[in-house]
């Protein structure tokens, strides 16, 4: 093909890497390589998989897209490895494994694209007084007219059940699962190496075919994310003047099984909290250390404390919140939002969902109630209690002198995070439990978002081209989606506040569990890895007016 010439150099190079990376794997370990490791030379990745899903090639109006598309399939193989080099590195930011060389690895990433200036920042303290992550910025200058904010995550969950993995959670195996031939395991390959990783094999492919990108690029990529983005936060306060001349951000995704996807990129709100008893503080129970737990016959136990006040605080079965004054402040839904909810819902299989999710059921049986409650729904999870005796299996009698839960808060419009600490802390003293501390871990405030901008329009078409079920654009304000840190960009507390897109094809599962994946090769209406990367080209050449001219809400509805 006519662009060959100019990608020798780049393909040598992605030659090279892959190479690297089985050698390595060579060094690693004698064992036998897995089928699909990238140990084991070319990876014969399918790019169309058993999809029955395509581009519509009628709406494709650029000549270099048909060239970038063949590139993605030729070099699908390189791409995964790719993908599997930055799984095989941790980067768990609770823990602090990883992060330091993560940070300089993604800068690597945005080096070799070519971006003219990268950085890794040290956030310092933070205003909840704890250390952020470093932030990676860059910004690749392209000529061109429009500028786009890409925003990443390099971080991830720790693993907490190692013995429920599949695969190791540091290895990017690649494992046939139902209806797939090939998906990717391993710790972030959907919370979001996966997705990050498509966007930037796409952006690389598009300048190995072009030699330059349809739209100026600045990259932000925070290690803060499973920690409330409070790095993130720190960031972008100090240094909102490197976003200036950004028009829009595009933030990774992914598609539902079913085809659909969303163009819109707002957030709930989410505080979280750790609730701390201690013999100490109450004056009861052991004050320096864990004790024998014989000694409960004639000693306090801040434990039982713990559970008797934790028990105040919801419903028995855990799902409506007791704290006084909690649901005061709830904006009620209008009538628009509730109509997009109910057309959410007209698709939605239940049982389904419930499979694919790994649990027995919801809440409720009824398909516009889940779907209300997981976009626009409150609640107050606990996520851990530890203390004491913290191993599973066996005896071991301790009576803890500490016990710690942790919490997160999902609010809507328009609570807050500090009114939420302050009801719980008010609660807490009226029922006698002065002496439990609350810590704020860090607070994520709501974003509600438009999607009516002529980036989310253009969006709309790309994917729309691209064989998916998309939500057409709208005006209406809504939150829409799960916690992100969109309100550093987006809305009333934002101090740049630009248009967010989000909206992108491929697929994975088991976000913050075991057997975390990845789709390489689709299946049915589900794209791979490759069709990922293709819409992510796509979208940047219709941001750009590279496309052929970008749609009115006015066409758009007469298209409805």
């Known amino acids: 093909m006519k662009y060959r010439a100019k990608l020798a150099g780049f393909t040598s190079v992605m030659a090279i890497l892959a190479a690297g990376l089985s050698a390595c794997g060579q060094e690693e370990s004698n064992d036998t390589v897995a089928e699909g490791s990238s140990s084991s030379g070319s990876l014969g990745i399918r790019p169309q ?19 970038i598309y063949d590139y993605i399939d030729e070099h699908i193989d390189e791409h995964v490895v790719n993908l599997q080099r930055w799984i095989q590195q941790p980067s768990i930011s609770n823990t602090g494994e990883g992060i330091q060389e993560s940070a300089e690895m993604v800068k690597g990433f945005f080096d ?15 205003k909840w007084g704890q250390q952020g992550n470093p932030v990676v910025y860059a910004h690749c200058d392209e000529g061109a007219e429009k500028t786009i904010v890409f925003y990443w995550m390099y971080d991830t969950m720790p693993i907490t059940q190692p013995d429920l993995w599949k695969a190791p959670p540091f290895e990017g195996r690649l494992v046939e699962q139902a209806p797939y031939k090939k998906v990717l395991i391993g710790r972030g390959a959907t919370n979001s190496k996966g ?9 690389m492919s598009i300048k190995a075919v072009t030699g330059k990108l349809p739209v100026n690029v600045i990259f932000v990529a925070e290690g803060d994310e499973e920690r409330m983005s409070i790095g993130y936060n720190q960031f972008i306060t100090d240094h909102p003047e490197l976003f200036e001349d950004a028009d829009a951000m595009y933030r990774f995704s992914s598609q539902s099984a079913g085809g659909g996807t969303s163009i819109r990129a707002g957030s709930e709100g989410c505080l979280f909290v750790e609730l701390i008893t201690s013999g100490e503080n109450w004056g009861r129970g052991p004050v320096r250390s864990n004790i024998h737990g014989g000694n409960k016959r004639s000693v306090d136990a801040p434990a039982w404390r713990h559970v008797q006040m934790l028990s105040h605080l919801t419903s028995p079965d855990g799902n409506t919140v007791k704290i006084p004054g909690f649901y005061d402040d709830i ?6 939002v509730e ?6 819902a007209e698709n939605f299989d239940a049982k389904i969902a419930a499979d694919n999710l790994g649990v027995a059921r919801f809440i409720s049986d009824d398909p516009y109630e889940i779907v209300k409650m997981a976009r626009a729904g409150t609640a107050m999870n606990m996520d ?9 299996g066996g005896s071991g009698a301790i009576l803890p002198n500490r016990i710690v839960s942790k919490h997160n808060f999902r609010y809507v419009p328009n609570m807050s995070g500090p009114d939420i600490v302050r009801k719980l802390r008010a609660y807490l003293d009226d029922l006698g439990y002065q002496d439990v501390e609350i ?8 974003a509600k978002t438009q999607s009516d901008s002529e980036y989310h329009r253009a969006a709309y078409s790309a994917l729309q081209a691209m064989g998916l ?4 654009p709208s005006n209406v304000e809504a939150i829409m989606g799960g916690y992100w840190p969109a309100y550093l960009f987006a809305g009333r507390e934002s101090p740049i506040d630009i248009p967010i897109v989000a909206g992108m094809a491929g697929l994975g599962g088991n976000s913050h569990a075991a057997n975390e994946y990845y789709v390489i090769e689709g299946a049915g209406k589900t794209y791979g890895m490759a069709g990922a990367e293709k819409s992510v080209v796509t979208v940047l050449y219709s941001m750009a007016g590279l496309n052929g001219p970008i749609a009115s809400m006015e066409e758009i509805a007469q298209v409805q």
């Open 469 to 472: 079920t998309v939500t057409p």
């Open 49 to 67: 998989g058993d999809e029955e899903i395509a581009i519509d090639m009628s709406k494709i109006h650029n000549e270099d897209l048909p060239l």
């Open 112 to 126: 070799q694209l070519g971006c003219q200036k990268s950085e890794v920042y040290d956030v310092g303290e933070t």
């Open 384 to 392: 851990g209690i530890w203390g004491g005796n913290m191993f599973e």
């Open 331 to 336: 904006e009620p839904l209008t009538p628009a």
């Open 195 to 203: 997705p990050q990783m498509a966007m930037w094999n796409a952006l």
């Open 439 to 446: 810590n704020v871990v860090g607070d994520v405030p709501w």
């Open 339 to 344: 109509e997009r909810l109910r057309g959410m």
